[in-house]
């Protein structure tokens, strides 16, 4: 059974519009997740994270919100741009300190096409 | 060079082959992972090495047989693969609480 999902698989905006990627996750052991980009041919690439001691986490363009009672995750971007197309990984993880930031639990990912 | 660097790219092997995957990170990190993306299926972690030493192992086959000679190279021996073992092998990295940091991954087909 999957702990962590992201229930679209893809997502088109239009250049300057706000992008809204969600995450549900079952786990309630689950303490501390992630957001990875990933472009074709690359690697994920870590973009931002936040703690469930938070509900919200704001880096630049990218924002990212918790809401730990209904075990969900979003993360917005404003604006989005044609380079922000790529696929988006929701990851989380049980916050137990060293390596375990490192066992992550991922979704299927979403697919981010943002056009110009 | 910087980052997390995994050799080969591709590889095709057939299911009586043995091969090795490799992975080097130059970023000091004492914790190295493996990580499995197949078709259509989320990313999976497979092993997690700590100052080389092996402290997960998620279930996988013995097929798949993981080596950490040092905290900066991390391989992955493969030995009578099935097809559905075809995927992407991702190596990662990490220190601490950072986040991890990915290679670019060796796309694997078995034949």
């Known amino acids: 059974d999957q702990q962590v999902k992201q229930n679209s698989p893809s997502l088109s905006v239009q250049e300057g519009r706000i992008s809204i990627l969600n995450c549900d996750y079952t786990?309630?052991?689950?303490?501390?997740f992630l957001w990875y980009k990933k472009y074709p041919a690359e690697g994920p690439t870590f973009l931002i994270s936040?703690?469930?001691?938070?509900d919200k986490n704001e880096d630049g363009r990218f924002t990212v919100f918790l809401n730990k009672s209904a075990k969900h995750l979003s993360l917005h971007i404003v604006p989005s741009q044609p380079g922000d197309s790529a696929v988006y990984f929701c990851?989380?993880?049980?916050?137990?300190?060293?390596?375990?930031?490192?066992?992550?639990?991922f979704g299927q990912g979403t697919i981010l096409t943002v056009h110009p | 060079e910087t980052g997390v660097t995994q050799t080969p790219r591709h590889l095709v092997m057939g299911m009586t082959n043995k091969k090795s995957l490799k992975c080097e990170q130059h970023?000091?990190?004492?914790?190295m992972y493996w990580y499995k993306q197949s078709a259509k299926k989320p990313l999976e972690l497979m092993f997690v090495?700590?100052?080389?030493?092996?402290?997960e192992n998620n279930s996988v086959p013995s097929r798949f047989s993981p080596e950490c000679p040092n905290s900066s190279h991390l391989f992955l021996h493969l030995h009578t693969l099935q097809p559905e073992d075809s995927a992407l092998y991702l190596c990662?990295?990490?220190?601490?609480?950072?986040?991890?940091?990915f290679g670019n991954g060796t796309r694997l087909t078995v034949t």
């Open positions: 990662a990295s990490s220190q601490e609480t950072s986040p991890l940091h």
């Open positions: 786990n309630s052991m689950f303490d501390y």
């Open positions: 936040i703690s469930s001691i938070k």
């Open positions: 990851a989380a993880t049980p916050n137990a300190g060293g390596t375990s930031y490192g066992k992550l639990t």
């Open positions: 970023l000091g990190h004492n914790a």
């Open positions: 090495y700590n100052f080389k030493e092996q402290t």
